[in-house]
């Protein structure tokens, strides 16, 4: 099996849901995988279907997008074989194909699969869906609304209260706050801050997240009010996990 897999595999925080990407296409790959990251979850990715059942028998992600055509064993095989198994038969299953025919849809979801997406799809949409399938598999573990202390954000809404104090974000300091309380504690670099929130292929100075950092600090801390987010020197930025705490 592909060693990287393997140690993107073993490096996931458990306070992050894991899903597991089977794709093929190179392109489409490490698209799901940027989108599914800047959405704070972890992310495996395969590219057979072989050795995706080799890393299924070793792990249990929360979540596994499946492509249908894939070398080894193909995805429609790969969801049989899952479901076959006693440990893997509520595995929620997202199946992606370039197949748009009715019987095709009813084919994967006869086997197993929990949901079916048509190539081309729209990625907020398949975003959308992964969160849905989550919620009902995982209920205790997604959330709209982060609630760390006196500071309330909702990712729906895109708004933030600290207290009863409503607080207005531009749209790079919000996500920088969503980026940073989804793993209270975590110390991102300033480099990996760049990535989720602005992009891999964002052509920005790290000096730019010191700037975006202190306008998110200048907007929620006031007077006396303590500053959740920690400055690690050396090393970036970390949103204080014993914020909030006596």
């Known amino acids: 099996m592909d060693q990287d897999a393997l140690s993107r595999s ?14 093929d296409d190179d392109s489409l790959g490490l698209l799901l995988t940027y989108n599914l990251e800047a959405e704070g979850f972890t992310v495996t990715l395969v590219d057979r279907g ?9 792990i249990r992600p929360d979540l596994v997008i499946l492509d249908w055509m894939l070398p080894g064993v193909s995805g429609f095989e790969l969801c049989r074989r899952l479901r076959a198994r006693e440990d893997q038969r509520d595995l929620p299953i997202i199946m992606l194909t370039a197949r748009g025919e009715e019987t095709d849809r009813v084919r994967g979801l006869s086997i197993g699969a929990d949901d079916y997406v048509v190539k081309p799809f729209s ?94 600090r200048k907007a929620i801390v006031r007077a006396n009010e303590k500053d959740p987010i920690r400055t690690v020197r050396g090393a970036g930025y970390s949103f204080d996990e014993t914020f909030g705490k006596p």
């Open 123 to 216: 990625v907020p949409e398949l975003m959308a869906r992964v969160r849905s399938l989550l919620r009902r598999s995982r209920p205790e573990r997604v959330a709209d609304r982060l609630q760390i202390g006196d500071l309330s954000l909702d990712k729906q809404t895109r708004r933030l209260r600290r207290g009863e104090r409503e607080i207005h974000l531009g749209p790079t300091e919000f996500r920088l706050l969503e980026h940073m309380m989804e793993k209270p504690g975590r110390v991102f670099s300033r480099a990996s801050l760049l990535d989720a929130v602005w992009g891999m292929t964002a052509e920005i100075d790290e000096r730019t997240v010191d700037v975006h950092m202190g306008r998110l």
């Open 50 to 58: 072989d050795e995706a059942e080799t890393l299924l028998a070793e």
């Open 10 to 23: 073993s490096g996931k925080k458990s306070a992050s849901l894991h899903i597991v990407v089977v794709e």
